[in-house]
Structure formats: C-alpha cells, structure tokens
C-alpha cells in the first residue's frame, strides 16, 4: 500500500516569504505528525495531529509556524515570514493513532526539503 | 538532546559481520523506543520497536536490547549487507505520542 507522502519534494523560496508543505498520510491512520530536521541532526518534534485537532504543538518554535488538518486527512504545515534558520527538512509522520497514553509506530513520508534564500 | 552537528559517529564493519549501535536514552519516563534507518534523501524507515516491559525484541537479522537501569538501548544488526550502510536513530516515547530523537550513527559497510 502507499506510504506518507509529502509535496513537494523541495522547496526553494525567499526570506520573507510564505511557504506551505503538504503531507498525505497512510490511509486509515488517524495521527499525524511534523517533524523538522537540519543537517547532521535526527527529526525534531514540531506537532502532532489526532483528527482533525492539534492535541501537542509544543514543537512548533513560534507563531510563525502552523499546521492545519481540517478533514483528519491531509495535513499542511504552514510557515509565515520564512527566515534561513527555518531551512530544513519538514517530515511528516503517520500513525494509527487512537490508543490515549499509547505511542504507537509512526511511520515516515519522504519529506520536503526547504531553503530559505 | 545533544547535538553533533554534521560530525556523526560512525561506525564501519566488514560485509558479514554483526554490528551493534548503541543509544543513550534521557527520560526515565519512556515507555516506548525505536529504532529508525534513514538512508540520504530519504525519510526514517522503522526497523523495529520495543516497550519498556520488554528487555529484547527480535526481527528479521536485528535485535534490540533494553536496559532500564542504565537507560541504554542498542540494536544489533547480523550479517550486515552493504545495503545496511545508513544512518541510524533511536528514539524514545513517552506515552504523549511524540518521539524525541537520539544522536544519529551512521553505519558503514566494508566489502
């Protein structure tokens, strides 16, 4: 079956700008998660999704960064006033979710690769 | 957790031979670990979990240890394949749903 998936692939912009990042998650799973990477580092935890509801966005570093997933499906992370220090690789996670207090296996998307100019 | 920037350990074994790669762990809270593989370009692919009831879990050619005490996690690889050359992590779970990640190790594999 298909995996996460996530578009797109990479993501060129300029400081200042706007940027949306897209993830698909495996069918059927009900959490989902955002995750970002920079080079030489593991994935840093930025939100996580059961449904439609942002039920931890601790990781999210300010105001700049939101997420929506407005039909408990497809999720986009969102970033406003893009800075460099936001480059990075933007993973995303799904799970099947729905066991309260359970961590489940979260399985990865490809991710988007982001450079702020 | 800490961070080595681009310098991560690595560890190089001959083609065949076993390789362990080992993890620190910081939450004695943790429930639930991980083990990820990640190849360049490509996102983290699950190798095999384990909970905290648990001292080992087998797989196809891995296993993975737990030790709570010291709060040590490793995974061992048999027979390594140049196919296995990668980077890989081990992360922990809290019962919250999120992982939080260790220092990566990337696994070399020798001909």
């Known amino acids: ?117 | 957790g800490e961070s080595v920037g681009l310098h991560l350990p690595t560890l190089s074994v001959q083609e065949g031979d076993n390789s362990i790669i080992n993890c620190a762990y910081s939450n004695s809270a943790s429930d639930y670990f991980i083990w990820y593989k990640q190849e360049s370009g490509k996102g983290p692919q699950f190798i095999i979990d384990i909970r905290s009831n648990m001292d080992k879990r087998q797989g196809q050619r891995v296993t993975v240890l737990l030790n709570k005490t010291v709060k040590h996690l490793s995974l061992q690889i048999a027979a390594t394949q140049p196919g296995d050359s990668a980077v890989y992590f081990c992360a922990e779970g809290g019962g919250g749903n999120k992982l939080t990640f260790g220092t990566g190790t990337q696994l070399k594999v020798e001909l």
């Open chain 1, 1 to 117: 079956g298909a995996g996460v998936s996530q578009t797109p692939s990479n993501k060129v912009t300029e400081k200042g700008k706007y940027v949306e990042l897209r993830c698909d998650p495996i069918s059927g799973h009900t959490a989902l998660y955002w995750y970002r990477q920079s080079l030489g580092q593991g994935p840093e935890f930025l939100i996580y999704f059961q449904g439609t509801g942002a039920a931890d966005d601790s990781g999210l570093p300010n105001d700049r960064f939101f997420a929506v997933r407005p039909e408990g499906s497809v999720s986009t992370l969102k970033i406003q006033r893009t800075e460099r220090g936001d480059s990075a690789v933007y993973l995303c996670a799904s799970s099947l979710g729905g066991t309260p207090g359970s961590t489940d296996t979260q399985y990865f998307g490809p991710g988007t690769r982001l450079t702020v100019l």
